[in-house]
């Protein structure tokens, strides 16, 4: 049997990482790609001496060459954590939009299929609960999440025209929020914040009344519906995430609960346009791809502290929360 061959962008990042290593499980031949501003080249360590994984380092937002055939591309390359895109904007607009051009631009020279990330962010701060894939949302193109929300809105325009007017084979999957093993500890996301704080003795910080909610979704979760919706039929977008909705201070409260940490909840301006709340309507991506999140919160939460235990204190200490005022978004 012929090996079929995937490009993964983003490889070095937490969901990219995670789906390099699901598909060489599943006998895929593998190339990661990423330029390493956010990701980080430990994540794919474990697949290093594999002979069926290589790995490119290159920055997608300039032409992409692959040498020989290519199946399958996912285009998984972002900053994708707020204070990211606050470090890095320009970076983050391009490599959702320039990105994607040169990523379909490859898929199309190579007849591969192609799955872009698109995100929940898509629906902004949404005024339709829970989000369903016809919700065209509320997006302040000109706020500090724009250039993220805007350029993966972006995306999904350029890759439906692809779909459409070159007849190109894609899918758009839309995440809602995600956590697992290899997370950054300081990519200023709640998960990797709470955990960090409470295994360095710091008190937990809530941004606003920590009643804005979100969705968490264990990464092993996410990866089947990505796998899933890549081998389906289907080319408009589809949700995937774990409608199991929570507030953010109960959130906070699980976390001091799963540590066992003395700390106690302390609380924080609101950063500009943070949504107030987010619940994925997973109905579409039950119906055609007979998918639905199997791993409960307690289970995912426990798995994820097992793995920021075992970092090192140095790399802990590195991570060390930065002042909330680098998170405000103003
Ligand atoms: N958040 C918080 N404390 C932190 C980091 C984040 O209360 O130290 C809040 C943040 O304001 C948001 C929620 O947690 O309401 C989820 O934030 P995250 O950055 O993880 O993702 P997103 O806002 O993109 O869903």
């Not at 598909?23 to 990701?39: A, C, H, K, Q, Y």
């Not at 339709?128 to 000109?142: A, C, K, L, R, S």
């Not at 007979?290 to 791993?295: A, F, Q």
């Amino acid at each position: 049997m012929v090996t079929e061959k995937v490009l993964i962008t983003g490889a070095a990042g937490f969901l990219g990482s995670h789906l390099c290593h699901r598909f060489i499980r599943e006998g895929f031949s593998v190339i990661g790609m990423d330029n390493l501003i956010t990701g980080d080249l430990k994540n794919l360590s474990s697949l290093s001496d594999n002979s069926n994984f290589s790995f490119i380092h290159h920055d997608v937002t300039r032409h992409i060459k692959i040498e020989g055939n290519l199946n399958y591309i996912l285009h998984f390359a972002s900053p994708a954590s707020p204070i990211d895109y606050l470090k890095i904007p320009i970076q983050t607009l391009k490599v959702s939009s320039l990105g994607t051009h040169n990523c379909l631009g490859l898929a199309k020279s190579k007849k591969a299929r192609i799955l872009v990330a698109s995100t929940s962010e898509v629906y902004g701060d949404p005024l339709v609960h829970p989000q369903v894939e016809n919700y065209w949302g509320n997006v302040n193109p000109i706020g500090p999440r724009g250039v993220y929300d805007e350029a993966k809105r972006f995306m999904e325009a350029l890759t439906m025209a692809y779909h459409t007017y070159h007849g190109l084979q894609t899918r758009i999957v839309r995440i809602f929020n995600t956590y697992g093993p290899r997370m950054r500890l300081n990519d200023g996301r709640v998960l990797p914040a709470f955990i960090g704080q409470a295994l360095r003795g710091e008190d937990l910080t809530i941004f606003g009344d920590g009643s804005q909610t979100r969705s968490f979704c264990f990464v092993d979760d996410l990866v089947e519906g990505i796998f899933r919706l890549l081998f389906c039929d289907y080319s408009l977008p589809v949700n995937i995430g774990n409608p199991n909705e929570i507030t953010i201070k109960e959130f906070g409260e699980e976390i001091i609960k799963l540590t066992g940490t003395k700390q106690k909840l302390v609380f924080r301006p609101l950063p500009v346009d943070d949504p107030k709340q987010r619940q994925p309507d997973i109905s579409l991506a039950k119906k055609i791809l007979g998918w639905e999140p199997k791993i409960s919160r307690e289970m995912g939460l426990k798995i994820t502290y097992d793995y920021f235990k075992s970092l090192s204190s140095e790399e802990l200490n590195k991570a060390e929360h930065k002042s909330f005022d680098s998170y405000v978004m103003r």
